[in-house]
C-alpha cells in the first residue's frame, strides 16, 4: 500500500461523507427512511439492525473480495467506502438514512451516500467486464 493510495481512498471517502452529510441540510424535502431498501422492513427495529449488520458485513466482504481490484481504483473505494460510511452514520444518529433526492417518474427518494456506493461499485464493474475484454480503460 502506497501513501498516494491512502491519500486518494481517505480523500474520496472524506469528500463522500462530507457532500453526503452537508447535502441533507439543505433540502427542504428530507425525511429519515428507518427501513432498509426503498423502505423496506420500516416498522421492523430488529429487523432493520440485523439486516444493516447484514449490509456493513456485505460491504466489507466486496472489499475484501475484489481486494486486487480496488487497489487499481482508489477514487472508486473512496466514493463507496464513503457512501457506507455516510448511511451508517445517519443510521447511528438518526435512526434511519436520510433521503431527500427524488427519482424521477418513481415515489422513491435517495441520497448523495446511495448514489456514491452506486458510482463506486459501477466504476469497479466496468473495469472488471473491460479487463475480462481486453479493453484498456483509463479511469
Do not use: H
Request: aromatic share 20%; proline share 1%.
Amino acid at each position: 500500500m502506497t501513501q498516494r493510495f491512502n491519500f486518494l481512498v481517505g480523500s474520496a471517502a472524506i469528500l463522500a461523507l462530507f457532500l453526503d452529510q452537508i447535502s441533507k441540510y439543505f433540502s427542504s424535502t428530507a425525511q429519515v427512511n428507518t427501513g432498509v431498501a426503498f423502505g423496506f422492513l420500516a416498522n421492523s427495529f430488529f429487523s432493520v439492525k440485523l439486516a444493516s449488520l447484514f449490509f456493513c458485513a456485505f460491504a466489507i466482504f466486496i472489499v475484501w473480495q475484489f481486494w486486487s481490484k480496488w487497489q487499481k481504483n482508489p477514487i472508486a473505494l473512496g466514493m463507496f467506502t464513503g457512501g457506507v460510511f455516510g448511511n451508517l452514520l445517519d443510521r447511528l444518529v438518526y435512526g434511519g438514512v436520510r433521503d431527500w433526492l427524488a427519482l424521477p417518474f418513481t415515489n422513491l427518494t435517495n441520497n448523495l451516500a446511495d448514489w456514491f456506493i452506486f458510482l463506486g461499485l459501477s466504476w469497479l464493474s466496468l473495469k472488471i467486464i473491460n479487463e475480462r475484454r481486453g479493453v484498456k480503460w483509463k479511469f
